[in-house]
């Protein structure tokens, strides 16, 4: 005969309900079952780029300028490329 140890189980004669058994036989007292815990959901990813507020300013400063400074460069040498000669 298997015996089970004293505790809070799931009533089968009532659902939702559970009874505490005292190791020999069921006693009256009777409570809801506690809802399962919620699953926790998983952590965000956190992007980390290894650069300071400052040097995240200044690249951007750097890159704007730079495209700044390309483009006219490359509009007068499409230009210079497509001019006759003669």
Excluded: H
Aim: a positive charge; glycine letters at 8%; proline letters at 14%.
């Amino acid at each position: 005969m298997t015996t089970f140890a004293p505790g809070w189980y799931p009533d089968p004669s009532a659902p939702g309900q559970q009874r505490y058994w005292n190791g020999t036989a069921w006693a009256e007292a009777t409570a809801p079952l506690a809802a399962p815990a919620p699953i926790p959901s998983p952590p965000k990813p956190v992007f980390v780029s290894g650069l300071t507020e400052g040097q995240r300013l200044k690249w951007k400063i750097i890159l704007w300028c730079s495209l700044g400074m390309a483009w006219p460069w490359y509009w007068w040498k499409v230009r210079m490329s497509r001019r006759r000669i003669g």
